[in-house]
């Protein structure tokens, strides 16, 4: 780190990778607001892909240019931003930092090989990047750290180093050590003084920024002090990673280990994952062709970060699931890609990010599309062939064409119109499938009506688009309830979905209250009298029947019984009061619910030799079920959900209440791994509507949940009676 050549890629052109060995692929993650999109402008500033005002050929930014972002002033999707520096294409995947768009993170996540996280300086760290830090070392993703907003006036780098090793080198604090300490210039108007430079600790190298131009010199006397104290740590950090076991000794032992060495066994560390640079970032003064750190951090991505070939093998199946051997990052191998992201296109259409794994994929070839995995929200499994369209490297809005992909890189496929997240992409002649990595459950519900008859009539195909777009959205057509349901992740996600639904797909919907799937049930044994008896003229209408009604345990459903004795009521029309009974019970008795649980027993009946007949005792068990009901004490069943909530063990407390004074009941806790607990409880589906938001809101965003169906049971009086009286005004 540290050295002063470097060659930056040109604006106006795609890079391009000729071997795998020249790609590196890093996605930024860290909270909304730390910083990453600034920093991914001021990378690409540095690289020389975009002009000092951080825009590319046609005047837009390169990253969060979509208009949805520009409204919303914050990432809220996966954006791709290649590179080139010293002869190697880097590319950049920005992520959003706000808890709805997970979903984008994961992508981001699974396409990279290694992690830069961004921190504020101002801001701290919150609970959501730990937890992600601790996700990134479970699978032994290679990481660093990178320090923004040093111009704050509340900014501390070396108060954030010290947070940074504290938090993320918790299990190895030697692991997560500044590579370089600030250089403060003189303070200004407010008494604030700039960071103006670094300290290199291995070159011990001055990188000053005073001039607006990066000029390396010799450190001062004083600038000198600070880097040996510093320096140290730093070293023994480095070297205890070391595949040299006797350097560790020889460092001990008075001997100055070379610059080089230090380099390579760091580089070495940090490719391997198992050491984690803190380094620091701003934005290019005005005028200026480089952001502070910004050189620094593209050297330690060039040498530091993974190639492909580094990362291990895909394991794949056959679309039947038949074993296929593990694919590893060749580009003469067989083709594996995978699609990380779809978007549409009002000019070219549906447009693919993929990330090839395995092979080349190259324009106008038909290749396998296969989809498996994730039929409960509205992704149906595929195995189809499609010709893809043109190969493009993305820039902001722009489209930059490609001649091939080869594996380990990543690209836009145009023109598969069946292709969507999570699908593989195969030979036609060797179909693959990669497994789809985990995503989120959308546990917010969203329930919508379009707003006009023309909005009706485009409302499927745009749902359609919109859940193929992006699967952490899932779509429920709710045969109870019939309203139509997509579940997000959170407020900000329903309104970008909402948003995008009208400027895309032009499709005008309306939210409308979400209701569960409510179900009635008789309190006590009832009796009722159905009489259907007609007389216009011809041939009229008669039937009577006389059931008894009474409760049976939950889950019994409907039974029927047939007591009829001396043909009273035909035999050819019994089921015709079986019929009536079950289609008024589907109808409701008094809230316009389901009748669930009860027993219909036919008792007696009168019939007429000519006026009877299928639809008169149809009419006539409805008419008796209805005054049964009437005489009833009707009891309103609402949906019991399984709740399991995964919190740090500070929040248990406050999350237990918050349950509690939603009708919650407890049923259990027990740890689930170091810090966290899991809170199982039993709670009406009435009161979490909101959950994916308040539970957020308790916990700091540190929170997880999962919901499950467990059963109907009474509902208290005074909230059923709430409920009968909306349905009564037709709320």
């Known amino acids: 780190m540290g050295a002063t050549s470097h060659q930056a890629g040109a604006a106006g052109r795609a890079p391009a990778a000729d071997r795998p060995s020249s790609l590196r692929n890093v996605v930024l993650v860290g909270h909304s607001g730390a910083g990453k999109t600034t920093l991914v402008e001021a990378l690409a500033l540095t690289a020389g892909a975009v002009n000092r005002a951080g825009r590319v050929e046609d005047g837009t930014a390169v990253s969060d240019y979509d208009e949805i972002e520009h409204r919303q002033q914050r990432s809220v999707q996966l954006s791709l931003v290649p590179v080139e520096w010293a002869g190697i294409k880097i590319n950049i995947l920005d992520t959003p930092g706000y808890a709805d768009f997970v979903g984008e993170l994961r992508a981001g996540l699974r396409a990279a090989d290694a992690a830069l996280f961004v921190v504020s300086s101002s801001d701290g760290i919150d609970g959501a990047t730990r937890m992600l830090w601790d996700e990134c070392a479970a699978v032994g993703m290679p990481r660093a750290i990178v320090v923004t907003h040093l111009e704050a006036a509340r900014a501390d780098y070396a108060q954030m180093a010290t947070v940074c090793g504290e938090i993320f080198g918790a299990d190895d604090p030697d692991a997560v050590v500044p590579l370089y300490l600030p250089l403060y210039g003189p303070p200004g108007p407010d008494g604030h003084s700039p960071v103006a430079g670094l300290l290199g600790l291995l070159s011990r190298r001055v990188y000053d920024y005073t001039s607006g131009e990066r000029v390396e010199r010799d450190p001062e006397p004083a600038e000198l002090d600070l880097i040996s104290g510093a320096r140290s740590r730093l070293i023994e950090g480095i070297i205890a990673e070391s595949e040299d076991e006797s350097l560790m000794d020889r460092y001990l032992g008075g001997e100055d280990i070379d610059f080089k060495t230090l380099v390579d066994d760091l580089e070495r560390a940090v490719a391997r994952g198992t050491f984690h640079p803190v380094l620091m970032a701003a934005p290019a003064a005005d005028g200026a062709r480089q952001g502070l750190g910004t050189v620094e951090l593209l050297e330690l991505i060039t040498g530091g970060f993974p190639t492909p070939l580094e990362r291990a093998a895909v394991s794949v199946t056959a679309p039947d699931g038949a074993e296929r051997p593990d694919v590893t990052c060749d580009p003469d191998g067989p083709l594996v890609a995978e699609v990380v992201k779809t978007s549409s296109d009002p000019y070219v259409g549906r447009v693919s990010l993929v990330r090839v794994f395995s092979g080349t994929l190259r324009p106008e070839e038909t290749v396998h599309v296969s ?361």
């Open 371 to 731: 989809g498996h995995g994730l039929a409960d929200r509205g992704h149906e499994d595929h195995d189809v062939d499609e010709r893809i369209g043109t190969l493009t490297s993305p820039f902001g809005k722009q489209q930059r064409t490609l001649t091939q992909v080869i594996a380990g890189d990543l690209a836009c496929v145009a023109k598969l119109t069946r292709a969507e997240t999570g699908d593989t992409l195969s030979a036609k002649d060797r179909p693959l499938l990669v497994e789809p990595w985990p995503m989120p459950d959308p546990l917010l519900p969203l329930a919508i009506a379009a707003h006009s008859k023309a909005d009706e009539d485009k409302l499927s195909q745009g749902l359609a688009r919109l859940v193929a777009e992006d699967p952490t959205m899932r779509l429920e057509q709710n045969p109870d309830t019939h309203q139509v349901v997509l579940w997000c992740l959170g407020e900000a996600h329903q309104d970008v979905a909402l948003e995008r639904l009208r400027t895309r797909y032009g499709v005008q919907v309306d939210p409308v209250p979400h209701k569960v799937s409510l179900r009635e049930t008789f309190g006590a044994k009832a009796s009722g009298r159905g009489r259907h008896v007609k007389q216009s003229g011809g041939h009229g209408q008669f039937a009577i029947c006389e059931i008894e009604v009474e409760p049976l345990p939950p889950g019994s459903g409907i039974e029927f019984v047939d007591k009829v004795v001396g043909g009273a009521v035909p035999r050819q029309f019994i089921p015709s009061v079986e019929k009536g009974v079950r289609t008024q019970a589907a109808r409701g008795v008094a809230a316009g619910h389901p009748l669930v649980d009860v027993r219909i027993t036919l008792l007696d009946g009168k019939a007429h030799s000519v006026d009877s007949s299928d639809a008169a005792f149809q009419t006539a068990g409805a008419l008796a079920l209805r005054e049964a009901a009437a005489e009833a004490r009707i009891h309103l069943l609402e949906p019991v959900a399984e709740l399991s909530v995964l919190v740090p063990d500070e929040y248990v407390g406050p999350v237990m209440s918050d349950l509690a004074g939603r009708r919650g009941r407890v049923v259990g806790t027990e740890q689930a791994g170091a810090g966290r607990t899991e809170i199982r409880a039993e709670i009406p589906e009435i009161e979490i509507g909101r959950y994916a938001v308040e539970l957020r809101s308790v916990s700091h965003g540190t929170g997880r949940f999962t919901r499950a169906y467990a059963r109907h049971e009474p509902m208290p009086p005074q909230i059923a009676d709430k409920v009968r009286e909306q349905a009564e005004k037709g709320i």
